[in-house]
T-cell receptor
Framework: AQSVTQLGSHVSVSEGALVLLRCNYS??????LFWYVQYPNQGLQLLLK??????LVKGINGFEAEFKKSETSFHLTKPSAHMSDAAEYFC????????????FGQGTELSVKP | EAGVAQSPRYKIIEKRQSVAFWCNPI?????LYWYQQILGQGPKLLIQ????????DSQLPKDRFSAERLKGVDSTLKIQPAKLEDSAVYLC?????????????FGPGTRLTVL
């Protein structure tokens, strides 16, 4: 079955430190991959997406992710965390024949310490 | 450009009562999605519309949930009767078309609490 796994439900980093949020997908067909961010009491906002072009994808707010087919991974990184990055992050996957239906991971809550 | 609008933002009901949620997608977006987000989990698709037709409702509990998108614009999701396990945030999203490469834009959600 197609699925997404996010390793670590909670990640805590210090301000200025590297942010690394892990995402692995399970599929036998080429995926389209997304990272969304959710602030408290708000909807989801797209950070970046991979749709079979460049494997290193740059998004908003300094985030980027690299698609690694051999590892079935799409980890999200940011070189230097900011207090405003504290939020819930969701990795999601869909496929060309799924009509846009997104399958989400369980989410990772990012805390940023001053 | 106005975003996806949802109302109400919060709703508290008792079990076995009925409730309805409303969504107005971004103008011109043909595809509309309803997701259920239970606390501590990622969103799960309930139903997908393309214009006013249902594309996917395989995960919609049809014995109690219903949804419609009259005229292919705004949409209503109804629960009747509600159960305790229906407590969740209900998110509406829209996109220009039903392709995996198209970005989905999410509304703020309706937080439902069933007592």
């Amino acid at each position: 079955a197609q699925s997404v796994t996010q390793l670590g439900s909670h990640v805590s980093v210090s301000e200025g430190a590297l942010v690394l949020l892990r995402c692995n997908y399970s599929s036998s067909v080429p995926p389209y991959l997304f990272w969304y961010v959710q602030y408290p009491n708000q909807g989801l906002q797209l950070l970046l997406k991979y749709t079979s072009a460049a494997t290193l994808v740059k998004g908003i707010n300094g985030f980027e992710a690299e698609f690694k087919k051999s590892e079935t991974s799409f980890h999200l990184t940011k070189p230097s965390a900011h207090m405003s990055d504290a939020a819930e992050y969701f990795c999601a996957v869909t496929y060309y024949n799924q009509g846009g239906k997104l399958i989400f991971g369980q989410g990772t809550e990012l805390s940023v310490k001053p | 450009e106005a975003g996806v609008a949802q109302s109400p933002r919060y709703k508290i009901i008792e079990k076995r009562q009925s409730v309805a949620f409303w969504c107005n997608p971004i103008s011109g977006h043909a595809t509309l999605y309803w997701y259920q987000q239970i606390l501590g989990q990622g969103p799960k698709l309930l139903i997908q519309f393309q214009n006013n037709g249902v594309v996917d409702d395989s995960q919609l509990p049809k014995d109690r949930f219903s949804a419609e998108r009259l005229k292919g614009v705004d949409s209503t999701l109804k629960i009747q009767p509600a159960k305790l396990e229906d407590s969740a945030v209900y998110l509406c999203a829209s996109s220009t078309r039903d392709r995996g490469t198209n970005e989905q834009f999410f509304g703020p959600g309706t937080r439902l609490t069933v007592l």
